[in-house]
């Protein structure tokens, strides 16, 4: 199964409030798990990746949460901001391919 | 900060025609790769070249697709005769390398393709 599962399609938070975005996969040979942030008009930017070897990642206000045995990870957004208001998509990487989940809209409310 | 370049932004263009999509990866990369987001659904991935010759392609990238790295700069996709259902946002990406911390797929702004 090549892919990528991610929920919830839309998410509308606070401002300074924390988002969360969740994925799940199957297939074991993935190896490398980006996430990538999408503003209309504009192609995808890488925000932040993962190994499947490190349980998470940290990065500012943006922290991967890696779990290898169930098979999922997320995105926690800390202290969201209007400006974080855009698509984000987890990702998985199958030899030279990414592999895109559907997105998640995100707004986050002034 | 290098980035990746798409030409052009927007592109229309009627149904049975040839299109070619051009895009400057950055330029120590070696790894170029085409993607497509038709409005509203994910990033799909379309081919991978490296080296000069296709790595990887999708079961989306048929004989009606073909890249090209003309010479040192430029990686093209040329659709050789548009359907209404090749109307999209086509994502051009590069790498430096696979497998290391040089691993990371750049995107370009993409090119919207419209076919009527």
């Known amino acids: 199964q090549q892919q990528v599962k991610q929920s919830p399609q839309s998410l509308i938070v606070q401002k300074g409030g924390i988002s969360i975005i969740n994925c799940a996969y199957e297939n074991t040979a993935f190896d490398y798990f980006p996430w990538y942030q999408q503003f209309p008009g504009k192609g995808p930017a890488l925000l932040i990746a993962i190994r499947p070897d490190v349980s998470e990642k940290k990065e500012g206000r943006f922290t991967i949460s890696f779990n290898k045995s169930a098979k999922q990870f997320s995105l926690h957004i800390m202290d969201s901001q209007p400006g974080d208001s855009a698509t984000y998509f987890c990702?998985?990487?199958?030899?030279?391919?990414?592999?895109f989940g559907k997105g998640t809209r995100l707004h986050i409310l002034p | 900060e290098p980035e990746v370049t798409q030409t052009p932004s927007h592109q229309v263009t009627q149904m049975g025609q040839e299109v070619i999509l051009r895009c400057v990866p950055i330029?120590?990369?070696?790894?170029f790769y085409w993607y497509r987001q038709i409005l509203g659904q994910k990033v799909e991935f379309l081919v991978s070249?490296?080296?000069?010759?296709?790595?990887?392609k999708s079961e989306i990238f048929d004989d009606q697709f073909s890249v090209e790295r003309p010479d040192g700069s430029n990686f093209t996709l040329k659709i050789r005769s548009t359907k209404l259902e090749d109307s999209a946002m086509y994502f051009c990406?590069?790498?430096?390398?696979?497998?290391?911390?040089?691993?990371?797929?750049?995107f370009g702004p993409g090119t919207r393709l419209l076919v009527l």
């Open positions: 990406a590069s790498s430096e390398d696979y497998g290391t911390v040089q691993e990371t797929q750049y």
């Open positions: 990702a998985a990487r199958l030899w030279d391919k990414i592999i």
């Open positions: 070249f490296y080296n000069n010759e296709i790595s990887e």
């Open positions: 330029s120590n990369h070696l790894y």
